[in-house]
């Protein structure tokens, strides 16, 4: 016997196994992140945009919230627009704030629908020294992105820690 035909074998012995089935079942299919996961993954690249200072791509995970009301809620932002870019970099600036802190992890995640759309929610804590605060991450899908188009609570937080 080859290694692919061990190799073969094995994976299905594992596939086949009663604690493998038990633990996955056609009602939750294994190898496919969860709704919640892709939102953590297009947060956490945005994260990484506004920390490197890349605002031209992290326009692209931004809801637009502007004055044409035709693309309000339904577009993203567009770095091409100097007053646009403003936004992403005003934005972009209180994440890299945040991701400051000393710790920062993923709370709770919910989905809610509103006049805009669904959104997907992420409640987030992050904790610098004695002080912590709960951030909400608020994003639509738009364009097959998932995009923030709120951030609450986080003025506050920025606030109470000094900055």
């Known amino acids: 016997m080859n290694i692919l035909m061990v190799s073969i074998l094995v994976s299905s012995m594992i596939l086949t196994s009663p604690q493998f089935l038990s633990h996955y079942s056609s009602s939750r299919p294994y190898l ?16 990484d945009l506004c920390k490197s200072e890349r ?17 309000e809620w ?10 646009e ?11 890299r704030l945040l991701l400051q802190s000393e710790s920062y992890s993923f709370v709770r995640f919910t989905e809610q629908r509103q006049k805009e759309g669904r959104w997907y929610v992420w409640e987030m ?9 709960n951030i909400y991450f608020a994003l639509l899908d738009v ?21």
Not at 74 to 83: E, G, H, I
Not at 85 to 95: G, H, K, N
């Open 85 to 95: 870019r403003r936004m992403v970099e005003a934005s972009c600036r209180d994440i």
């Open 32 to 47: 496919v992140a969860s709704k919640g996961d892709r939102v953590k993954r297009d947060l956490l690249k945005l994260f």
């Open 125 to 133: 804590l992050f904790r610098k020294g004695s002080d912590s605060g």
């Open 143 to 163: 364009k097959g992105r998932y995009a923030v188009g709120d951030i609450d609570g986080h003025l506050a937080f920025l606030r109470t820690v000094g900055r």
């Open 55 to 71: 605002y031209a791509e992290a326009a692209g995970y931004f809801v637009y919230r502007g004055p044409d009301k035709k693309r």
């Open 74 to 83: 339904k577009d993203l932002y567009r770095s091409s627009d100097s007053t």
